[in-house]
């Protein structure tokens, strides 16, 4: 078995975790840009631990200034095998009430301003987003929430959206129309770029309100909000140091095989790739490109 080294991308909440050894910020350079911010770095329960404030430290990017493609090649580029996505989130259901945390198993992508593939012109690749994310760690963190008494519900639909402003009321509806059950910014093309990049993914969606669609929502004031925001960063401290030592040092691969899917999906002809392209896949497909 490979070691593990679990990634957490979320804010300044998650990654403030007692009993993080080690700890220190890192520098990690990226042919596609700059990453939101250093990575954090260090070990908990034996695991190694790769922290990435996504919006960076002060929350200085917005959902689509954010850099998916330098953030995800840096933590390939230091290792991490499994990622674990942590974000706020609008409910459009109203079992899922705020403070509940939802393990997504799907996504919709409706946004249209952001990077979304290592590769292009020059190198084409089509990787399967048919089960976006891994079960393995989805079980885990289920297991985990439960133990820990946090609300939870495994398996939605997360719409993704651009953003920085909210939905419009009948776009609220439409998604529910659409059997979406959360909604957020951030999670595309994230996980996209991670089953590119051959990293186990799943995302925790923690819902902080309903969506305008709700007809009670412009009776939520502003700090029942923060209050909402702060307990789920709380819980997410929680969940993240219960999950770790059910991943375990010694690491477990994905059942879907998402450690090998660029093994069939490169199209383009190792002697007609664009060498510069192929530079910059170093580390992301690294893996493959060195075997050809």
Known sequence: MSETILGVIGGSGVYEID??????????????????DELLM??????QMVFLPRHGRGHVHSPSSINYRANIDAL????????????????????????????????????????KSFFGPGF??????????????????????????????KGGTYL???????????????????????????????????????????????VTDYDCWHPDHDNVEVQDIIRVLADNADSARRLIKSVVPKLGPERTPSP?????????AMITAPDARDP?????????????????
């Open 42 to 47: 260090g070990r908990l329960d034996d695991v």
């Open 124 to 153: 084409v690749a089509h990787v399967s987003m048919a089960h976006p994310v891994c079960p393995r760690l989805v079980d885990a963190l289920a297991e985990a929430a439960g133990e820990i008494g946090i609300p939870y519900h």
């Open 256 to 264: 879907l095989g998402i450690e090998r899917v660029l093994d069939t």
């Open 19 to 36: 009993g993080l050894q080690g700890a220190e910020w890192r520098k990690v350079d990226s042919p596609w840009g700059t990453p939101s």
């Open 160 to 206: 993704a959206m651009e953003g920085p402003q909210f939905s419009s009321l009948a776009e609220s509806n439409l998604y529910r129309a659409w059997g979406c059950d959360v909604i957020g910014m951030t999670n595309m093309p994230e996980a996209k770029l991670a089953r590119e990049a051959e990293i186990c993914y799943a995302t925790v969606a923690m």
């Open 276 to 292: 510069d392209l192929v530079a910059k896949l170093d580390a992301v497909a690294g893996r493959v490109l060195k075997s050809q």
């Open 76 to 115: 390939k580029r230091v290792g991490v095998t499994d990622i674990i996505s942590v974000s706020a989130c609008g409910s459009f259901r109203e079992e899922l009430t705020p403070g509940t945390f939802v393990l997504v198993d799907q996504f919709i992508d409706r946004t249209d301003q952001r990077e």
